[in-house]
């Protein structure tokens, strides 16, 4: 069984500073590994995915990921923050085709 | 095109009642799954149906059911209703592999008292 660890829980960060959210996990199969964003009061929105092919994986709203296998990390990056970038952030693993394994999320406030 | 919709958004409930929670999928998707969140924690997976079919089911006891009609559309229940039942509930519609394109819908929050 797969599990996700976001290793920080709250990031607070000034506008058009570079911010990263680390997530590890583990399994011991071949896994999938996405980024979501939820604003509050709704769903899920997909950020960026890793599947296969290059490890670094650009996303929506000048997100991007690297996938490191030897660590086993899936650390989600933005060059410069914006306001509108203050949400819950979730890392999630996937090993097959029907379920994703959440980590517990990183809160990001951007401040002015 | 509509996204996957779901309803109530917002209910109240007591303890020891059932609830029905319901959701439609993203035209063309076959599949549909139920996710809870609760407050402060990441979504934790309940079950994932496929062409009407059970395919996956989480960690959660037999007062959670759901089931799939034909038209792909879903219905979660919960049937004698904790105070620990009270959350996020998500679903999320998907082709036959969720790592192709799997979208969520805003949930239905539940608050049992």
Same mark, same amino acid.
């Not at chain 1, 959210?21 to 199969?29: E, Q």
């Not at chain 2, 979504?43 to 994932?48: A, C, D, G, N």
């Not at chain 2, 799939?68 to 559309?73: G, L, V």
């Given at each position: 069984a797969q599990s996700v660890t976001q290793l920080d829980s709250q990031v607070p960060v000034f506008e058009e500073a570079p911010v990263e959210l680390r997530c590890n996990y583990s399994s011991s199969v071949s896994v999938y590994l996405f980024w979501y964003v939820q604003y509050p009061n709704q769903g899920l929105q997909l950020l960026l995915k890793y599947l &296969?092919? &290059?490890?670094l994986v650009k996303g929506i709203n000048g997100f991007e990921a690297e996938f490191n296998k030897s660590q086993t990390s899936f650390h989600l990056r933005k060059p410069s923050v914006h306001i509108s970038d203050t949400a819950e952030y979730f890392c999630a693993v996937s090993d097959n085709d029907y379920k994703l394994s959440f980590g517990a999320g990183t809160t990001v406030t951007v401040r002015a | 095109d509509a996204g996957v919709t779901q309803s109530p958004t917002h209910l109240i409930k007591t303890r020891g009642q059932h609830v029905t929670l319901r959701c439609s999928p993203i035209s063309g998707h076959k599949s549909v799954s139920w996710y809870q969140q609760v407050l402060g924690q990441g979504p934790q997976f309940i079950f994932q149906y496929y062409e009407k079919e059970e395919r996956g089911r989480g960690n959660?006891?037999? %007062?959670f059911s759901a089931r799939q009609f034909p038209n792909y559309s879903s219905e979660l229940n919960v049937n004698?209703? #904790? #105070?620990?039942?009270s959350a996020l509930y998500l679903c999320a519609s998907s082709g %036959?592999?969720?790592?192709y394109g799997y979208t969520f819908g805003s949930g239905t929050r539940l608050t049992v008292v």
């Amino acid at each position: 069984a797969q599990s996700v660890t976001q290793l920080d829980s709250q990031v607070p960060v000034f506008e058009e500073a570079p911010v990263e959210l680390r997530c590890n996990y583990s399994s011991s199969v071949s896994v999938y590994l996405f980024w979501y964003v939820q604003y509050p009061n709704q769903g899920l929105q997909l950020l960026l995915k890793y599947l &296969s092919g &290059s490890t670094l994986v650009k996303g929506i709203n000048g997100f991007e990921a690297e996938f490191n296998k030897s660590q086993t990390s899936f650390h989600l990056r933005k060059p410069s923050v914006h306001i509108s970038d203050t949400a819950e952030y979730f890392c999630a693993v996937s090993d097959n085709d029907y379920k994703l394994s959440f980590g517990a999320g990183t809160t990001v406030t951007v401040r002015a | 095109d509509a996204g996957v919709t779901q309803s109530p958004t917002h209910l109240i409930k007591t303890r020891g009642q059932h609830v029905t929670l319901r959701c439609s999928p993203i035209s063309g998707h076959k599949s549909v799954s139920w996710y809870q969140q609760v407050l402060g924690q990441g979504p934790q997976f309940i079950f994932q149906y496929y062409e009407k079919e059970e395919r996956g089911r989480g960690n959660f006891p037999d %007062r959670f059911s759901a089931r799939q009609f034909p038209n792909y559309s879903s219905e979660l229940n919960v049937n004698a209703l #904790l #105070l620990g039942d009270s959350a996020l509930y998500l679903c999320a519609s998907s082709g %036959r592999s969720i790592n192709y394109g799997y979208t969520f819908g805003s949930g239905t929050r539940l608050t049992v008292v």
